[in-house]
């Protein structure tokens, strides 16, 4: 597999804002956006209502990633937030996911408090989507 490809939900305005910085950086092309509004059929083993609740991405050998490491894989594939890693270590690593996990089931109440939107009609005017 030659790029990674993540699924996200392009009506939320948070989502969308990560999307379109990931998009800038990926100046080698190396992942492809699904936006989780225009697809109507996912792999197999991923739901629609779980893709629209936590981040996913299949890497480039094809397995699937998920939440605070499907982030850090796709910040690294562009170069950027290198201090991200450390979410990875194995005592941080429970907490960050912890923090994912409260952070997504309450997506919409922190998306308003730093967008000024809980969800955007259709698709947010910025967002990642990049074949």
Wanted: hydrophobic share 40%.
């Amino acid at each position: 597999m030659t790029r990674l490809t993540v699924f996200f939900d392009g009506s939320c305005p948070l989502c969308a804002r990560e999307m379109d910085a990931l998009a800038r950086f990926d100046i080698h092309s190396r992942i492809h956006f699904v936006d989780l509004n225009d697809e109507l059929s996912l792999p197999l083993g991923i739901t629609h209502s779980d893709a629209v609740a936590t981040l996913h991405v299949i890497d480039f050998q094809g397995q699937l990633r998920t939440a605070v490491d499907a982030n850090v894989l796709l910040w690294e594939t562009v170069g950027k937030k290198p201090w991200l890693r450390v979410l990875r270590w194995p005592i941080i690593r429970s907490f960050a996911n912890l923090g994912y996990r409260i952070f997504a089931k309450h997506r919409e109440y922190f998306s308003l408090l730093l967008t000024g939107k809980k969800r955007c009609d259709g698709h947010c005017e910025a967002n990642g989507s990049k074949s």
